[in-house]
């Protein structure tokens, strides 16, 4: 009996989106008791990016989606599928996928939003690959968007120096077997979620003025257990995502984490053994973006012209959940042409 031979899925256009304002340390010590040294030291923070008070996150998707379209050289209307990972959406509900495939003019997709945390691109990416190779689908655009900065507690000076807003996006497209997306893990740990949520706000806890009043409407982070999970499960992760793509450490170009922590960066580079500079940065001069913190990475990278066609490009992520999540991608765009 033959066996079919499933389709292989890659990256063929890839975009980012982040606000113009700027929220520097500097700014942050005026509004609460911190220190740009104790920000940089524990995090790698200098600086973030902020939504304007008239943006949601549907405004801040459809930009990183309309660059990422024109870098795949395709239209809106070729989309299947339009998938947007984010824990900020515009409303409960209509999906704010479903917001942007209408104001993107993606007639002919389906929509749907996806929440993981922090590790949504990655299963945006996962889920994607999985619509392409069965041969349903050949154009799914994931976009990654996050306003965090509207659920962060801007007194609790433990939170609100780590995050800021921003939007990633990637057209997934159809390749040859063995190309493009090697391989992915995607894993969730539920008995840890309680470590990183907003507490109110749903079916759970409905809104009510007592707890507006008490900022439970905010993200609330156990950050020294979470720092713990993530030091120890990123590279476990990596490393399965990794095994499964028949690839090494050394084989890896570009290592493109969710960029929470600088530490945590620091920590995984050093236990999975691949040097600083194939470590791709971005919290410095972003902050915690969540989802949309890997694709906006990505971008950056890809437009600096460093990523070459066949390089190995290792995605790993980790969230709210507790969710942890790895891809192997060989890369075949040509350099970023400025």
Same mark, same amino acid.
């Given at each position: 009996?033959?066996?079919?031979? /499933?389709?292989?899925?890659?990256?063929?256009?890839?975009?980012?989106?982040?606000?113009?304002?700027?929220?520097?340390?500097?700014?942050?010590?005026?509004?609460?008791?911190?220190?740009?040294?104790?920000? &940089?030291?524990?995090?790698? #923070?200098?600086?973030?990016? #902020?939504?304007?008070?008239?943006?949601?996150?549907?405004?801040?998707?459809?930009?990183?989606?309309?660059?990422?379209?024109?870098?795949?050289?395709?239209?809106?209307?070729?989309?299947?599928?339009?998938?947007?990972?984010?824990?900020?959406?515009?409303?409960? +509900?209509?999906?704010?996928?479903?917001?942007v495939q209408d104001k993107i003019g993606a007639r002919n997709a389906g929509a749907f939003d996806l929440v993981s945390g922090c590790t949504g691109f990655i299963y945006g990416i996962g889920l994607a690959d999985g619509l392409i190779a069965s041969g349903v689908y050949d154009y #799914?655009?994931?976009?990654? @968007?996050?306003?965090?900065?509207?659920?962060?507690?801007?007194?609790?000076?433990?939170?609100?120096?780590?995050?800021?807003?921003?939007?990633?996006?990637?057209?997934?497209?159809?390749?040859?077997?063995?190309? @493009?997306?090697?391989?992915?893990?995607?894993?969730? +740990?539920?008995?840890?979620?309680?470590?990183?949520?907003?507490?109110?706000?749903?079916?759970?806890?409905?809104?009510?003025?007592?707890?507006?009043?008490?900022?439970? $409407?905010?993200?609330?982070?156990?950050?020294?257990?979470?720092?713990?999970? %993530? &030091?120890?499960?990123?590279?476990? &992760?990596?490393?399965?995502?990794?095994?499964? %793509?028949?690839?090494?450490?050394?084989?890896?170009?570009? *290592?493109?984490?969710?960029?929470? $922590?600088?530490?945590?960066?620091?920590?995984?580079?050093?236990?999975?053994?691949?040097?600083?500079?194939?470590?791709? &940065?971005? *919290?410095?001069?972003?902050? $915690?973006?969540? %989802?949309?913190?890997?694709?906006? %990475?990505?971008?950056?990278?890809?437009?600096?012209?460093?990523?070459?066609?066949?390089?190995?490009?290792?995605? *790993?992520? +980790?969230?709210?959940?507790?969710? /942890?999540?790895?891809a192997v991608i060989r890369w075949d765009k040509e350099p970023f042409a400025t």
């Amino acid at each position: 009996m033959m066996t079919m031979q /499933l389709r292989g899925s890659k990256i063929q256009g890839i975009g980012a989106y982040l606000p113009e304002r700027v929220l520097s340390n500097a700014d942050l010590e005026k509004i609460v008791d911190t220190s740009d040294e104790w920000i &940089v030291t524990h995090t790698g #923070i200098k600086e973030r990016r #902020i939504a304007e008070d008239d943006q949601a996150c549907s405004d801040l998707c459809i930009p990183a989606a309309q660059q990422a379209l024109a870098d795949a050289g395709i239209s809106s209307d070729q989309l299947d599928m339009v998938i947007v990972a984010t824990v900020t959406p515009d409303m409960a +509900f209509p999906a704010t996928a479903c917001i942007v495939q209408d104001k993107i003019g993606a007639r002919n997709a389906g929509a749907f939003d996806l929440v993981s945390g922090c590790t949504g691109f990655i299963y945006g990416i996962g889920l994607a690959d999985g619509l392409i190779a069965s041969g349903v689908y050949d154009y #799914i655009l994931v976009i990654s @968007g996050e306003v965090l900065t509207r659920v962060t507690d801007w007194t609790d000076r433990s939170t609100c120096v780590l995050f800021g807003d921003g939007a990633g996006a990637a057209v997934m497209a159809p390749t040859e077997p063995g190309a @493009g997306v090697l391989s992915y893990v995607l894993q969730s +740990f539920g008995e840890h979620g309680d470590l990183l949520k907003i507490p109110a706000g749903g079916t759970r806890q409905p809104l009510t003025p007592e707890l507006l009043a008490q900022r439970e $409407n905010c993200i609330r982070m156990e950050g020294h257990e979470l720092f713990k999970l %993530a &030091v120890r499960g990123v590279p476990d &992760v990596a490393e399965s995502a990794m095994a499964k %793509a028949g690839v090494q450490a050394s084989d890896i170009a570009y *290592v493109v984490m969710h960029q929470a $922590n600088k530490r945590i960066i620091d920590a995984a580079a050093k236990r999975l053994g691949i040097a600083d500079e194939r470590m791709v &940065v971005t *919290v410095d001069h972003y902050g $915690n973006t969540s %989802a949309s913190s890997i694709p906006i %990475a990505l971008d950056e990278v890809y437009r600096s012209g460093k990523l070459n066609p066949g390089d190995l490009v290792l995605l *790993v992520g +980790f969230g709210a959940g507790f969710t /942890l999540g790895a891809a192997v991608i060989r890369w075949d765009k040509e350099p970023f042409a400025t």
